[in-house]
């Protein structure tokens, strides 16, 4: 059984920066690709970015790319999603996931474990 601790989230405004990290425990953090999703109130969970096992490949959803950046520190057990440029809609809750894919097919069908989230909130 996988925990996954999301943090780093708050209140930020538009065009600034937020770093999230989620720290994971109890399984083998290095043979789990993992992923960063997001979900705002009364719509769909949705994907965001992805990043394979041994970080080489990585996925991020059209909306954020050339924004975002996730990475992951295997030693650590850490996965991270830098946010830059931020936008009013980016505003949501963000979680992190294990996927059971490569970068989750883009999907939260392929999400496995998930941490309860951290919610960023961007002002106008």
């Known amino acids: 059984q996988v925990q996954l601790v999301e943090s780093g989230g708050g209140l930020v405004q538009a065009g600034g920066s937020l770093r999230l990290s989620c720290a994971a425990s109890?399984?083998?953090?290095?043979?789990?690709?993992m992923a960063w999703f997001r979900q705002t109130p009364g719509k769909e969970r949705e994907f965001v970015a992805a990043?394979?096992?041994?970080?080489?490949?990585?996925s991020y959803a059209d909306s954020v790319k050339g924004r975002f950046t996730i990475s992951r520190d295997n030693d650590k057990n850490m996965v991270y999603l830098q946010m830059n440029s931020l936008k009013p809609e980016d505003t949501a809750v963000y979680y992190c996931?294990?996927?059971?894919?490569?970068?989750?097919?883009?999907?939260?069908?392929?999400?496995?474990?998930w941490g309860k989230g951290t919610l960023v909130t961007v002002s106008s």
């Open positions: 996931a294990t996927c059971t894919t490569l970068h989750c097919s883009g999907s939260t069908n392929y999400a496995d474990y």
């Open positions: 990043i394979s096992r041994s970080g080489g490949s990585t």
């Open positions: 109890g399984g083998t953090f290095r043979w789990y690709n």
